[in-house]
C-alpha cells in the first residue's frame, strides 16, 4: 500500500518561512509526479507547486512563484517544499499527493494537473501565517 505522509506544518508570522516534507513508500522516480496542493477553508484545493520524475522539472502557481521551491530527494524518498516570504492568505491545509501514471488532464492548461489526476494523498498539516 502506498503511503504518503506531510510533516513540517505550523505557525508562522508573516515575512516567515516554513518547511514542509513529503515521504513517500515507495521511489520518488516511481510517481509520474509528486504534487503540493492546498485547500483554505471555504476554497477548493489547489495545486501550488508540483516536481515531474522523467526531467525533474518544476512548475508552481503563480501565486507562489518566486517564494516557494520544491526539491526531491530520491534517497530519503522525500520531497520538500521550502516556503518564504508566507503571507496570511497562505494560511491552508497542504497536502502532499502522488500521481501514478501520466495525467489525464491536459498539462498546458493547468499547473501541475488536477486534483483528480493524483492517486496517493497524506492526511495534510496545517500552515497558518498570522501575527
Known amino acids: 500500500q502506498v503511503q504518503v505522509v506531510e510533516s513540517g506544518g505550523g505557525l508562522v508570522q508573516p515575512g516567515g518561512s516554513l518547511r514542509l516534507s513529503c515521504v513517500v513508500s515507495?521511489?520518488?522516480?516511481?510517481?509520474?509526479?509528486i504534487a503540493w496542493f492546498r485547500q483554505a477553508p471555504g476554497k477548493e484545493r489547489e495545486g501550488i507547486s508540483c516536481?515531474?520524475?522523467?526531467?525533474?522539472?518544476?512548475e508552481y502557481r503563480d501565486s507562489v512563484k518566486g517564494r516557494f521551491t520544491i526539491s526531491r530527494d530520491d534517497a530519503k524518498r522525500t520531497v520538500n517544499l521550502q516556503m518564504n516570504s508566507l503571507q496570511p492568505e497562505d494560511t491552508a491545509v497542504y497536502y502532499c499527493?502522488?500521481?501514478?501514471?501520466?495525467?489525464?488532464?491536459?498539462?498546458?492548461?493547468?499547473?501541475?494537473?488536477?486534483?483528480?489526476?493524483?492517486?496517493?494523498w497524506g492526511q495534510g498539516t496545517q500552515v497558518t501565517v498570522s501575527s
Open positions: 515507495r521511489s520518488t522516480l516511481d510517481y509520474y509526479a
Open positions: 499527493a502522488a500521481a501514478a501514471h501520466k495525467f489525464l488532464s491536459n498539462r498546458n492548461f493547468y499547473t501541475c494537473g488536477r486534483r483528480y489526476d493524483y492517486h496517493y
Open positions: 516536481i515531474y520524475a522523467t526531467d525533474g522539472s518544476t
